[in-house]
C-alpha cells in the first residue's frame, strides 16, 4: 500500500489511499535533492530521528503526487470534520507518495531551500515495498566544532584520511571522554602535518612529537606550538602519566583546547574556512 503525506492548511496529514491522519506535533519536512543526479521530480524528506551529536538524520522519502483530495470521511484529527460537509471532500494544497527513486549509499545530498541548505552523505537507503522509503543521512558539516572544511584544498592524495580523522574528532567531541577527543586530534594533527608538509614524513610513520620537530626547524613556530600543546595532552591524557609526573587528569576543556588547536591548523593551513 503506497504511503502519503498531505500538506493543507498549513498543517500535515499522512497515511494511504483509503485514510488519512493529522501528524501530531510539527514536522521536520525539507526539500530533498540529489547532486549531481537529475530527479526528475520534486522531493521532500520527513524525519523521523536526529542526533546532532552524531551527526546522523533519518527519514522517509517522498515525491510530488498529483492527488489533490481524500474523502472526507477517511480523515481523522481533521478540524472541520464536525462542520457538514455535503460533498464529503478533503482537499488539500498538496500531496506526497513513498519515493520511487533509487538512491545509492555514498550520493550527496541537499536538505532544505531558498538559501537555507545542508548537505549530507546517504549512509544507508532502504526500502519496504510501497510503504515506506527510508534514508540515513551524516551532515558533511561539523556542527561548529571545527571549521568547515574547503576539501578542495587539501592534496587530492591525502583528501581521504585528512577528511576521515576530522569526521573522527566531531564523533568523539560530542560524545566522548577527553582522553579521546585529545586522541583523535593528534591522529588528526599528524594527518594534517604530513599532507601539507611531505618532507616531514616521508617514510609515513613519524609521530607528532617527530613532525613538531620539524615544523620547529622550519620556520613554522605557530604550527609546531599548536601541534606541540595537542602532544603534550596526548602525553598527559595515557593512564600512568598523574601517577609518573604528578599531573592532574585531563579535563573537558584540555580536549575543547586540543580542539581549538587543531583548528588552528586547518586555518593556518588553508583549508578550513574563517
Given amino acids: 500500500m503506497i504511503h502519503f503525506i498531505a500538506e493543507a492548511q498549513g498543517l500535515w496529514y499522512e497515511g494511504s489511499q483509503s485514510w488519512l491522519q493529522r501528524i501530531q506535533g510539527h514536522p521536520i519536512i525539507l526539500p530533498f535533492a540529489v547532486l549531481g543526479k537529475p530527479v526528475g521530480q520534486e522531493l521532500l524528506f520527513l524525519e523521523d530521528y536526529f542526533n546532532s551529536a552524531t551527526r546522523i538524520r533519518r527519514g522517509r522519502l517522498f515525491e510530488k503526487d498529483m492527488r489533490n483530495s481524500w474523502p472526507a470521511d477517511v480523515v481523522s484529527r481533521f478540524p472541520n470534520r464536525d462542520l457538514h460537509n455535503n460533498v464529503n471532500r478533503f ?20 536538505l532544505g531551500d531558498n538559501g537555507a541548505r545542508s548537505r ?24 561548529g566544532v571545527l571549521p568547515e572544511l574547503l576539501p578542495d584544498q587539501i592534496p587530492e592524495s591525502n583528501r581521504h584520511d585528512v577528511l576521515g580523522s576530522m569526521d573522527a574528532v566531531v564523533d568523539a567531541a ?3 571522554a577527553p582522553q579521546s577527543v585529545i586522541d583523535a586530534c593528534r591522529n588528526a594533527a599528524c594527518h594534517l602535518i604530513s599532507a601539507k608538509f611531505p618532507a616531514s614524513n616521508p617514510g609515513g610513520k613519524q609521530d607528532l612529537g617527530k613532525l613538531v ?16 600543546l595537542i602532544n603534550s595532552l596526548h602525553s598527559r591524557a595515557k593512564a600512568n602519566a598523574a601517577a609518573s609526573r ?14 581549538n588547536s587543531l583548528a588552528f591548523l586547518l586555518q593556518d593551513f588553508g583549508w578550513g574556512k574563517e
Wanted: one cysteine or more; a negative charge.
Fill in 213 to 228: 620537530g620539524w615544523l620547529a626547524k622550519n620556520e613554522r613556530e605557530s604550527c609546531g606550538s599548536a601541534g606541540n
Fill in 120 to 143: 549530507w552523505i546517504v549512509v544507508l537507503s532502504e526500502k519496504a515495498g510501497l510503504e515506506g522509503y527510508y534514508v540515513t543521512l551524516k551532515s558533511k558539516t561539523f556542527f
Fill in 246 to 259: 604528578g599531573t592532574r587528569p585531563v579535563s573537558r576543556r584540555d580536549a575543547e583546547l586540543a580542539v
Fill in 91 to 110: 482537499d488539500v494544497n498538496r500531496s506526497y507518495k513513498t519515493a520511487d527513486f533509487q538512491i545509492g549509499v555514498g550520493d550527496e545530498v541537499e
Fill in 174 to 176: 560530542s560524545i566522548q
